[in-house]
């Protein structure tokens, strides 16, 4: 070899040996990197589906369905009350039974008292109104909303209320480093991490209010 190609040759090995380096640890980094920002953005995106799941189901209980869209959800916080009572178990005379025997029979009953009513904006939320903004999707691509549905699914003859709220991983990390995107939409068990494409709670599939994450990201039921 000329001796004049020897420097060039050495600066070429130098720069092959540099990309390598920068090649090896971006491989190490970029997961870490993808991690941190996952479980972050995870994690606030949770607190927000508890919410939400936590009003549906207030919604259910006063009005005996979930809401189907977030105007009608934010409307019933507004206005609606849970009706507080009192359960009480007492013994009546039984006329029937004490007819036939000619003697006095009694009957256990169970007595309902309504006791008052309790805004349920105050019970979930006390003085906060985070409950104004729950289509909001609090991180990931600006101005993302979830995506809520409700329905009845039949069982045993019977319509059961349903609800799902979810956003997709796509719009959750969609500045995030693709084939690692590409990953984690293809985690197929709760036991590893979030399930499928989009994370989500409850299901128009099937009766549960459940979400789709490990508990070690937060409650999921």
């Given at each position: 070899?000329p001796?004049?190609?020897?420097?060039?040759?050495?600066i070429?090995?130098?720069?092959l040996?540099?990309y390598?380096?920068?090649?090896t640890?971006?491989?190490?980094?970029?997961p870490?990197?993808?991690n941190?920002v996952k479980?972050?953005?995870?994690?606030?995106?949770?607190?927000?589906?508890i919410?939400?799941?936590?009003a549906?189901?207030?919604?259910?209980?006063?009005?005996?369905?979930?809401?189907?869209d977030?105007?009608?959800?934010i409307k019933?916080?507004d206005?609606a009350?849970?009706?507080?009572?009192?359960r009480?178990?007492t013994?009546?005379?039984?006329?029937?039974m004490?007819k036939?025997?000619?003697?006095?029979?009694?009957?256990?009953?169970?007595?309902?008292?309504?006791?008052?009513?309790?805004?349920v904006k105050d019970?979930?939320?006390?003085?906060s109104?985070?409950?104004k903004s729950?289509?909001?999707v609090p991180?990931g691509?600006?101005?993302t909303?979830f995506d809520?549905?409700?329905?009845?699914?039949?069982?045993?003859?019977?319509?059961?209320?349903?609800?799902e709220?979810s956003?997709?991983k796509d719009?959750?990390f969609y500045?995030q480093?693709?084939d690692?995107?590409?990953?984690?939409?293809q985690?197929?068990?709760?036991?590893?991490?979030?399930?499928?494409?989009?994370i989500?709670v409850?299901s128009?599939?099937?009766?549960t209010?459940?979400?789709?994450?490990p508990?070690?990201?937060g409650?999921n039921?």
């Amino acid at each position: 070899m000329p001796a004049k190609l020897k420097p060039v040759l050495s600066i070429v090995l130098w720069v092959l040996i540099g990309y390598l380096g920068y090649q090896t640890y971006m491989s190490i980094y970029e997961p870490i990197k993808f991690n941190k920002v996952k479980n972050k953005r995870y994690a606030k995106v949770i607190e927000s589906l508890i919410d939400i799941r936590e009003a549906q189901l207030a919604h259910k209980t006063v009005t005996g369905k979930f809401s189907k869209d977030f105007d009608g959800l934010i409307k019933f916080l507004d206005t609606a009350e849970f009706t507080i009572t009192q359960r009480r178990d007492t013994s009546v005379l039984d006329v029937e039974m004490t007819k036939r025997y000619q003697v006095d029979m009694f009957k256990d009953e169970i007595i309902i008292d309504t006791l008052g009513f309790a805004s349920v904006k105050d019970s979930l939320f006390k003085s906060s109104n985070r409950y104004k903004s729950l289509m909001n999707v609090p991180v990931g691509k600006p101005g993302t909303k979830f995506d809520l549905k409700a329905g009845f699914l039949e069982q045993n003859g019977i319509n059961i209320p349903v609800f799902e709220a979810s956003v997709k991983k796509d719009l959750l990390f969609y500045d995030q480093n693709k084939d690692l995107l590409m990953e984690e939409n293809q985690v197929i068990s709760t036991v590893v991490g979030v399930k499928g494409n989009a994370i989500r709670v409850g299901s128009m599939e099937e009766i549960t209010t459940s979400g789709n994450w490990p508990k070690t990201y937060g409650d999921n039921e």
